[in-house]
């Protein structure tokens, strides 16, 4: 979706009627801007998949921990 956004974009850039210099500078402000939000959303998605494995990790302890407690319980015959 972002890289539909940044080619419509450059589009719209290119048939306008400008200076070379102009457009150029355009362009690269553009894709500059592109590579900006999509290092942010990258930043954010690494953030989100390192937050999803500690709840994982820390649901597979609990999970650990409690089949540990139940093993105990039935060795030992307590109910």
Request: negative net charge.
């Amino acid at each position: 979706m972002l890289a539909a956004a940044a080619a419509g974009a450059a589009f719209g850039v290119l048939v306008a009627p400008e200076k070379g210099a102009e457009l150029r500078k355009k362009i690269k402000n553009r894709v500059d801007e592109v590579v900006d939000d999509l290092a942010e959303l990258l930043a954010i998605g690494k953030d989100e998949i390192k937050d999803l494995y500690k709840e994982a990790r820390e649901d597979m302890e609990n999970v650990k921990a409690h089949a540990s407690e139940a093993y105990s319980r039935v060795k030992h015959g307590a109910n």
